[in-house]
């Protein structure tokens, strides 16, 4: 199970940091994306291309047609509601995600989603051959399913993703 150790932090949308319906928001380090109706959270450690496989899914899924946004890069607001995990970005990088070596590009965005696989990029070599069945990813008290893709040379990361998930 990986989880985000991240402490609330305040919504910049809000002063006193309470979302209009009343949920106080945790600020994990991720980055979300929603394709249709799914909602992605790309977690890890700095540096092991969340950002880069989240913009590929999107540049892939634009490609076919697909409607597909940004929700946050780098920072995420989260919170559990009607138990469901909503993400929205802070005000100060809304529509922006941040590619090394470029600075901060802006996207297609929408202003939340709600999560439902959390995507862990991995790069070789794979320190496991197999993932484990039945992964999670924990934030507080909210879960998601937790799926491993493989960043690979040739490989689109959206047909990855959609084998394992219903795209």
């Not at 559990?80 to 297609?108: D, F, M, Q």
């Not at 998601?144 to 084998?163: E, F, I, M, V, W």
Request: hydrophobic share 50%; charged share 15%.
């Amino acid at each position: 199970m990986m989880s985000d150790d991240n402490a609330p932090e305040r919504d910049r949308t809000n002063p006193d940091g309470v979302m209009a319906d009343g949920a106080v928001p945790r600020n994990i380090h991720a980055t979300a994306i929603v394709i249709g109706t799914i909602g992605y959270v790309f977690v890890g450690p700095s540096g092991t291309g969340k950002t880069s496989a989240a913009l590929a899914c999107l540049a892939s899924a634009a490609r076919r047609g697909w409607n597909a946004a940004l929700v946050s890069d780098d920072q995420v607001l989260v919170c559990l509601r009607g138990g469901r995990l909503i993400a929205r970005a802070p005000v100060s990088i809304a529509g922006l995600a941040e590619l090394r070596g470029v600075g901060p590009i802006p996207l297609r965005c929408v202003p939340a989603a709600v999560l439902s696989v959390a995507v862990l990029p991995v790069l070789p070599p794979f320190e496991v051959r197999v993932a484990p069945e039945a992964e999670i990813w924990r934030t507080g008290p909210a879960t998601l399913p937790l799926l491993r893709l493989p960043l690979l040379p040739g490989l689109d990361p959206l047909d990855a993703l959609s084998r394992f998930s219903a795209l």
